[in-house]
């Protein structure tokens, strides 16, 4: 066999295996869950981010904020506390929607996604909370946010919520060199992510030691303008 593809054979095996332990669960643990630092997505790094762009010819910002508090799951007999991101999106100005995201880190390096909490808005009210689920009560699936160790072709499921929604997650490239805004970023993971079932396509970037740098929904793009740092105790 070539040495070509020996490689190609190599990485296969990889995402097949990063897959399979994404579907098999029960020997997750969580000894340290809220001690989130993927080295792409680290969690608890920052206390609050923010993004801006458009889309459909909007001006759009995100602000995502680590708080101060923790949600309780149980999975496979073990209770463990899940990290609060609070994420608003706002359009035009106006706050559209505020997620409250529960995310955990086992002890194999993987940050799993249990669920999120939605209001969505209009005229600045609550209109309803389409999109929320949480796992244990909607799903027995926990949703992986990013594994431990991706590589091109490596697979996963953010989301695997029947009748709420199914989102698949691809590594379809590390990109070697990516500038945003005036910094540049190296070995970059471009992710795709198809979202069902409104069969949704979107690219988003991940830099080392960062997290999310860049997405680009269908119609726009949305940037990492900067991160403030978690104050140490």
């Known amino acids: 066999m070539r040495s070509g593809h020996l490689v ?6 990889l995402s097949l295996g990063s897959l399979a332990a994404a579907r098999d669960q029960s020997a997750v643990r969580f000894t340290d869950p809220t001690d989130i630092d993927n080295r792409y997505l680290p969690l608890a790094k920052f206390e609050r981010c923010v993004l801006r762009g458009r889309e459909d010819g909007v001006r759009v910002r995100v602000v995502r904020r680590l708080l101060d508090r923790t949600r309780r799951f149980r999975h496979v007999g073990q209770r463990f506390d899940a990290a609060v991101i609070e994420d608003r999106s706002f359009e035009a100005g106006e706050l559209v929607e505020r997620t409250l995201d529960y995310f955990a880190q086992g002890d194999g ?3 799993w996604y249990l669920g999120e909490h939605v209001d969505n808005y209009e005229d600045g009210k609550v209109v309803d909370h389409d999109g929320s689920w949480l796992y244990g009560k909607h799903t027995d699936r926990m949703g992986v946010a990013m594994p431990a160790n991706p590589r091109v072709g490596t697979r996963w499921r953010h989301e695997d919520v029947p009748g709420v929604t199914t ?4 590594v379809v490239a590390i990109l070697d060199r990516v500038t945003v805004r005036g910094k540049t970023y190296r070995r970059v993971l471009k992710v795709r992510e198809l979202v069902r ?3 949704e396509r979107e690219f988003k970037l991940y830099a080392p030691g960062v997290g999310n740098i ?6 726009g793009r949305v940037t990492l303008v900067g991160c403030e740092r978690k104050e140490t105790r």
């Open 8 to 13: 190609f054979a190599a990485l296969f095996l």
């Open 109 to 111: 390096g993987t940050v």
């Open 167 to 170: 989102e698949s997650d691809k």
């Open 197 to 199: 079932p409104e069969r």
């Open 214 to 219: 860049k997405e680009r929904p269908p119609d």
